[in-house]
């Protein structure tokens, strides 16, 4: 006899990047950022929670095997917090059942590739604390659970929360001022879309968590975002989306993630996550937005090659023809079905 219960979160791919810890166990950000939340029809975790006093340990599964809970901190930390909060509402109500004490069983898939930039530990986290906060009944606000959400992944706070989402860096040292917040819900500016190109599905050689900690000791490019860049940023980025202005956000999106890859360079050992596809890629965006009188797409790159191209709805059949006739399938190509359905995203949140 136990509880179950399985859940779904998409990814959320950031215009104004998070990249820096201020304190890594209560994973505290030197910076605040901005993210759009995809749909949960495209990439997404999907997570099942078990509890049962049978359970002697806690055990998790990601992909189909099995991952050490006890060397893994991070899942650690998400665990104890949800146990701790039940454990209190059972102190307060002999009536509650006593699921604090039994163990807790996880399973999660994604449906693209794990630890190749494209934000897994966000989709994942997120899901996670939030099939738990569900097994566990723990009556949590989307706010709460994006403070459980940031034990896991930084990233992770923002998944929680669909639409436009804000992550506050926050003042306090305890991070209870450290919250994700709704910009926008998607409806908002239901026309952008987002279209990914996964350049490489390999796992990155440098994890965002590793790669941030040397960026922090050891770029003085990543000071002058922190203290100079960042807080300016995110109020013009807020506006653009209020205005639904695409060549506002789009500016800022690319110029948000060329600094962000720019410190990666000015990281000593230099981190480079981008390849010659990726500059290949940044070099169709910047060509067509010349030759338009509009901007008519804005790409941005997370810790790995993969690139995510934003644009209004009206341009992606185009921008898709053209991705295809430079990057010819090796395959053979899909149906014409597929091409008039281009692949997007649409932003949402957790369900
Ligand atoms: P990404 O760019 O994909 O976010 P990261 O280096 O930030 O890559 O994080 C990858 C790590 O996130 C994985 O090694 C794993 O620990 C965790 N992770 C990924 N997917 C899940 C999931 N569905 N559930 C729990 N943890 C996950
Ligand atoms: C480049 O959230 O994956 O995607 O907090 O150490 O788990 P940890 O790092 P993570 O870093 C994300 C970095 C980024 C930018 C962003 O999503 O804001
Ligand atoms: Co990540």
Redesign the pocket.
């Known amino acids: 006899m136990g509880r179950q219960m399985t859940c779904t979160a998409p ?1 959320n791919i950031a215009v104004i990047k998070y990249w820096g810890k201020r304190d890594p166990t209560l994973i505290l950000p030197t910076n605040s950022s901005l993210s759009v939340t995809l749909s949960q029809d495209d990439l997404h ?3 099942t929670v078990s509890i049962a006093p049978e359970y002697d340990q806690d055990r ?1 599964w ?2 189909g095997i099995e ?1 050490p809970v006890s060397s ?1 901190i ?2 650690v930390n998400c665990l104890q917090a949800a146990r701790e909060q039940r454990k209190a509402m059972e102190a307060a109500d002999s009536s509650l059942p006593s699921w604090s004490t039994w163990g807790i069983r ?1 399973a ?3 449906n693209f ?13 997120a ?2 604390v939030y099939t738990l906060a569900q097994v566990l009944e723990l009556p949590l606000t989307p706010s709460q659970l994006s403070r459980y959400a940031r034990l ?2 930084g ?1 992770a706070c923002r998944s929680i929360l669909g639409g436009f989402v804000g992550w506050e860096m926050g003042k306090l040292a305890n991070g209870e001022d450290s919250l994700a917040y709704q910009v926008a819900p998607e409806t908002h500016w239901s026309e952008l879309e987002a279209l990914i190109l996964v350049v490489n599905d390999a ?2 050689d440098t ?5 941030m900690q040397t960026t922090v000791k050891t770029s003085t490019l990543a000071q002058h975002r922190f203290a100079s860049v960042v807080a300016e940023r995110m109020q013009q980025m807020e506006q653009a989306i209020q205005d639904r202005n695409f060549e506002q956000f789009a500016k800022i999106t690319m110029q948000d993630s060329n600094q962000f890859h720019a410190i990666c360079l000015d990281t000593y050992p230099p981190i480079f996550y981008l390849n010659d596809t990726s500059r290949t890629i940044i070099r169709i965006v910047t060509t067509i937005n010349e030759l338009c009188p509009e901007i008519q797409a804005a790409y941005t790159f ?3 090659p993969n690139a995510v191209i934003y644009a209004p709805k009206q341009h992606m059949p185009r921008l898709i023809q053209l991705f295809t006739y430079f990057f010819p399938a090796a395959h053979p190509l899909p149906s014409e079905e597929f091409f008039n359905d281009p692949y997007h995203c649409v932003p949402t949140g957790v369900t």
């Open positions: 990814v975790s999907r997570t998790m990601l992909n991952c893994n991070r899942l996880i999660s898939v994604n590739p794990t630890a190749a930039g494209l934000a897994s530990s966000a989709s994942g986290y899901c996670l896991g992944s990233s796992k990155k994890s965002s968590t590793v790669g997370d810790a790995g």
